[in-house]
């Protein structure tokens, strides 16, 4: 398990070091000489005296995924409708307002999160919604963030091709198939604020009557579509991040680390792991997301929160005996990290000297990450079985039912953005098959659809060579 707070970081950087990831492979394990720290701090080799650790775009990003699930589910969304003529339009600029602009001015724009609450439309900066249980937020407005930044400029497809080549899981009209992602995420769009806007809607905006939970396929498709495909196949990747130069500034040679440092921490910052995050168990971890590690009573979002991707490898450490998954990524992020600066002054060459090291750490990483995507898709798929077994009684709740599907199917969606993944293509098509494009409710063909689910559960364990009782995930 995770190291435990109060362990001090003397302590657990010798267990670290010691130790390293989980896994039972020698040459992944072996730090080689590599003194590996217990926090994410390292110091600049181009500046003395400075931190070399920057992702606060990949903070802003985060923010803004988690802003948006909050807006979606907020009865905000329906109200104010600003200089809008329908509640339609006011919901899909509120959208828009967090994924398509953020904190930048797309197409000469003139206001953003910074200017404008995306709740009420109102001239005023949106406040950061993110509640912490100790302290305040030191970053309560989006004025706080990293500017320039927003979701779908970033999005797979856009920013950086699709990494299986073509978008697999969901039938959506588009250009081409980079552009698909993005389609999607718009057509939910339209989907609840076409709801919103519908008096003969019933129950939750966010909530089709065919099942749907579009507030949680959002969520969960964006992880995958915007901060893994991000790590996975550009800063990471051995052909693109890896190779960046680690001998000078980044930028123009002034900032405090090297591009190479740079895109090491912006893959890190995706994930979402506070800096101290192996120093607190699973539980502690899932009953709170910030400590406020220097004790100045405010959380600083670049250091000391967690944000949604870390907590699902959280959930199913706790939730899986045996699994470790959050420890092992944050031991390669460490030890990656750690290569780099031990390198400073000699850039990466592809296949040759330390870029093997940095490689073989990134993997861990990208593969982990999927498989904790895996594992997911197998929780869900459970609860939506035990969601189907209720059918009928007064224990079936739809919302929850929908809830468990969507995040299902956003999980899912997400494994196809690796380009070195676990999963082939032929193996994603038959996955995406079986659990289709909506729940099946009652009235439909519910056993065939549960006979449906366990194959893509056993599918899953088989292609991720997963152990024990998946049943009980």
């Keep these: 398990m995770k190291l435990v707070k109060g362990i001090s970081v003397l302590s657990a950087a010798i267990l670290l070091a010691a130790c390293g990831s989980d896994d039972d492979n020698d040459s992944d394990n072996n730090n080689n000489g590599t003194t590996v720290p217990a926090t994410y701090t390292f110091e600049s080799q181009v500046i003395a005296g400075e931190s070399s650790v920057s992702y606060g775009g990949q903070v802003a990003r985060n923010a803004l ?27 899909l600029e509120k959208l828009n307002l967090i994924y398509k602009v953020g904190t930048s001015t797309p197409d000469g724009q003139t206001y953003n999160l910074t200017s404008q609450n995306a709740y009420t439309l109102a001239v005023e900066e949106t406040p950061v919604g993110i509640s912490v249980a100790e302290g305040s937020l030191l970053q309560a407005g989006y004025g706080d963030l990293s500017s320039d930044k927003n979701l779908q400029g970033k999005m797979a497809g856009i920013d950086n091709p699709l990494a299986m080549g073509e978008f697999v899981g969901w039938d959506i009209a588009a250009d081409s198939d980079n552009a698909k992602p993005d389609a999607l995420v718009q057509s939910w769009f339209a989907a609840i604020a076409e709801q919103a806007a ?8 966010y909530v089709s009557a065919t099942g749907l939970d ?3 396929l959002i969520q969960k498709f964006l992880l995958g579509s915007v901060a893994y495909s991000q790590t996975a196949n550009d800063y990471l990747k ?36 506070a800096r101290d995050f192996n ?12 400590n406020d590690t220097n004790g100045d009573g405010q959380i600083d979002l670049t250091a000391e929160y967690t944000f949604s991707m870390a907590q699902y490898a959280n959930k199913r450490d706790a939730s899986i005996a045996g699994w470790d998954t959050s420890k092992k990524i944050m031991d390669a992020y460490l030890k990656g990290r750690q290569i780099i600066v031990d390198n400073y002054g000699t850039d990466p ?33 459970n609860a939506t079985l035990e969601d189907m077994a209720a059918m009928g009684t007064d224990a079936y709740d ?39 494009q909506a729940p099946v409710l009652q009235g439909g063909d519910v056993e065939a659809y549960q006979q449906a689910l366990v194959q893509a559960r056993d599918l899953l364990v088989d292609v991720y060579d997963f152990d024990g009782d998946v049943t009980q995930w």
Excluded: C, M, R
Aim: hydrophobic share 35%; proline share 3%.
């Design 214 to 216: 579009y507030q949680q």
């Design 279 to 290: 120093n607190y168990s699973d539980a502690q971890l899932k009953a709170q997301k910030d």
């Design 65 to 91: 995924i988690n802003e948006l699930k909050a807006l979606i589910g907020s009865p905000l969304l329906t109200s104010e409708l600003g200089s809008n003529d329908s509640v339609e339009e006011a919901v």
């Design 398 to 436: 739809f919302n929850l039912h929908a809830k468990h599907w969507g995040e299902l199917k956003g999980f899912a969606l997400s494994l196809q953005f690796n380009p070195i993944a676990e999963i082939d293509l032929a193996e994603l098509k038959q996955l995406h098959g079986l659990v289709g």
């Design 198 to 205: 519908d008096p003969e809607h019933q129950g939750k905006v």
């Design 238 to 273: 051995a052909t693109k991040g890896l190779l960046k130069q680690n001998s000078a500034g980044d930028k123009d040679g002034s900032k405090p680390y090297t591009s190479l440092e740079h895109q090491w921490d912006e893959g890190f910052g995706y994930f979402g792991a």
């Design 349 to 381: 060459v592809a296949d040759q000297g330390y870029h093997d090291a940095l490689e073989d750490q990134a993997e861990i990483i990208i593969d982990t990450w999927e498989e904790i995507f895996a594992a997911n898709v197998i929780h869900y798929i």
